[in-house]
């Protein structure tokens, strides 16, 4: 075919002939009407098996509306950075989207009434969810009295252990109660594999780098970085013993090491795993899932009991991580935001396949009675984890979320670092900690000329 | 003839509106996302964000408190140190690896130069997340094949190993690339030069000083100074390899500590301000620089 133009003869020549060209055809796909389809939902989504759940979902919520069109998008770890902008700019916001538990708290800076994310109190409370749901999960979502959003799951940790290895060492897990039994029987199973005169086999791996681990014992504890009315509590009495406590595990019982790698979940942490070099770790829910996909050559080899506890009859769990859905202040149908709110977080069908594949419990108690919680799990050696995790559930402890989280969570990891290398008692930590982080408020109330927050929740 | 006198005005007019029309289109971008994000984020560093709606005016509080903040000056400190391992290792080794690459000598030249240079295609995530792996303290590479000083060294893991792995990181994945630039160099040296030197009884050594050095001057130049600006500009390596710069701050960097100021700390004022600083040091440092290798020097 011949071109009926002579090509050379464009100003230029050929190149910015085609540039030309190219720029005309991009202009028609920017500037074409959108397909027209009813309603549009946008939904922002950062974690990838969520969205892979709600791939499957989606289309059997837009059979249930005809009408409307929801348009997922995965933006994965930078969703958080992205919805933070959108927010500030007031501009390109999704309707609909889901906030991991750490990043939630920048979000209620500022007046409570400029939170870019809608109260859904009112639409909880008419429709009598709140009493359907384990009530102290709303409090990493909620703030002021506003409840932004709903919660995803409930994150209930037991404590994992191998069976085989703890039973050569003569001790029988089931019947650990409190965390003096543990210290007990982790002294009997820590032991030097090769005769250097090093202990290599340790009964717990925890994390002495980032908050993970002593938030967990703290938060069991009935403890926290701050309190409902968003004091910071960090330097109390439970704080400090709480990371003596996880200090004396490594330093003077020496039966704790530090992860491998950076986190729980890296590659080298699960090498050691599979070397026995690991006898027991704090696992939530969707660590087990992880653990499952990650090292499936493991299956049969743990075993799961509730958490030991501060003391006899004591709360054997705690919680760890967390994600919610929220509508934002950009929503133009807040209605309908609202139905597929509850389609992707309360319907049955849709919570068992999420149990199947992530293993997370949700937190809609009515959901528990399905038979899939109480199947044996190939991975526990057929013990049914579900049927544990959600004994545990209704003891879940509240973690009060707070705008500061994120700083005070940044200087904490430094705490608990030099805490455990011993480069500060875990009280000298932690009072400066309380310190800087109350200076930090006071500064920012000053300057923005508000009061102490009173019992209320009211300014 | 009134026509006439409008139509050469309007020539006369276009002829001197033309030129400003075809760079247009830069300058036009240019403020667009360059000059207007710069004003606009040198307004900001004297406010404070009061949440997503409103902002506070707080004069020069921001740099007040940025002169004492510890952590800043742990990260403008490990900033530094990271420049300081590019100047005195990384480049080096780039160099050396340049003159290896160009002598006669060596065979199989065009895939060591490739094989060299490939690391630079890697994503700094990727390069970060296999690292980690070489660097873990028990099960990694590092320490189990090479035993260094008689002992386990926690690289990740204790603070003051922590920026010597980021710049070992760094020099793996970016001498390479500074190799290219010496290479482009060495080859733009007139022979004619060494053999009137080999002529004048000048050994190897004595060529290198005397005529390879001076001859890549513009070029050593060049690479210091952008692999200066690439340093103090460091985020992506150290954020993945120390998981947000951890152990208590020992991998954090000026940018790093920027990026959770703005978007985690929700402080945008005090992101701006660090950005404002960075841009003062990153200047007087690439100034000087250019000064001390004589750049500015008249020929």
Known sequence: ?459 | MKMERNRSSFWHQQQKIAPYLFIAPFYILFIVFMGYPLISSLILSFYEMRGFQSRIFVGFANFTDLFRDPIFWKSLWNTTYFALGTLVLQLPIALLLAILLNAKFVKGKNFLRLAFFAPVLVAGVFVAIIFNLIFDQRAGLINNEFILFGKEIGWLSEGKYVMPAVILTGVWQWAGFNMIYFLAGLQGIRQELYEAAAVDGANWWQSFVHITLPSLRPVIAFVVVVSMIGSFQLFDLPYILTNGGEPADAGSTIVMYLYKNGFQFMRLGYAATIGWVLFIIIAIISIAQLKLLGIFREE
Request: aromatic share 12%.
């Open chain 1, 1 to 459: 075919m011949r071109i009926p133009y002579d090509v050379e003869s464009f100003p230029l020549g050929k190149g910015p002939m085609v540039m030309l060209v190219l720029f005309l055809i991009s202009c028609l796909f920017i500037f074409a009407p959108a397909e027209e389809k009813g309603e549009n939902v946008e939904f922002w989504i950062f974690a990838n098996t969520h969205y892979e759940e709600y791939q499957a979902r989606v289309p059997i919520f837009e059979a249930l509306h005809p009408e409307v069109n929801v348009q997922l998008i995965n933006y994965g770890g930078t969703m958080h950075d992205k919805l933070l902008t959108a927010l500030l700019s007031d501009f390109g916001a999704p309707d609909v989207v889901e906030v991991e538990i750490t990043s939630i708290g920048r979000f209620l800076k500022g007046d409570i009434d400029e939170v870019g994310f809608v109260d859904l109190r009112p639409r909880l409370e008419s429709e009598g969810w709140m009493e359907k749901l384990v009530v102290s999960r709303f409090t990493p979502w909620s703030y002021k009295g506003k409840i932004f959003g709903i919660p995803h799951d409930l994150h209930p940790v037991v404590l994992l252990y191998r069976d085989d290895l703890f039973k050569a060492a003569g001790v029988e897990m089931t019947e650990i109660e409190t965390w003096n039994d543990f210290i007990a029987a982790g002294k009997k199973a820590s032991r030097d594999l090769d005769g250097d005169g090093k202990i290599d086999q340790y009964a717990i791996v925890l994390d002495r780098r980032t908050e993970s681990d002593y938030f967990n014992l703290l938060l069991q504890r009935g403890g926290g970085f701050f309190d409902a009315d968003g004091n910071v509590v960090i330097d109390s009495e439970i704080a400090i013993e709480t990371l003596e406590f996880l200090t004396s595990l490594f330093n003077q019982h020496k039966i704790a090491t530090p992860v491998y790698g950076t986190w729980h979940g890296d590659p080298s942490n699960f090498a050691a795993m599979q070397d026995g070099k690991i006898l027991s770790v704090l696992a939530p829910d969707w660590y087990v899932g992880i653990l499952k996909s990650q090292v499936p050559q493991m299956a049969g080899k743990w075993k799961a009991i509730g958490m030991p506890a501060w003391e006899v009859e004591g709360r054997r769990t705690t919680t760890r991580g967390g994600t919610m859905i929220g509508i934002t202040k950009q929503c133009k149908n807040p209605d309908l935001a609202w139905d597929l709110l509850k389609f992707a977080y309360f319907d049955k069908a849709g919570l068992i396949n999420r149990y199947e594949t992530t293993r997370i419990i949700p937190p809609l108690k009515d959901a528990w009675d399905a038979p899939i919680y109480k199947e044996p799990d190939a991975y526990l050696g057929g013990q049914p984890l579900g049927e544990l995790f959600i004994e545990l559930a209704p003891d879940l402890p509240p973690r009060y979320q707070n705008p500061y989280w994120s700083e005070a969570a940044d200087l904490l990891n430094d705490a608990i670092f030099n805490a455990v290398t011993e480069k500060q008692t875990p009280r000298e930590a932690l009072t400066e900690l309380a310190e800087k982080v109350r200076a930090l408020i006071a500064k920012d109330q000053e300057r923005w000329g508000e009061g102490i927050i009173d019992e209320n929740g009211t300014e």
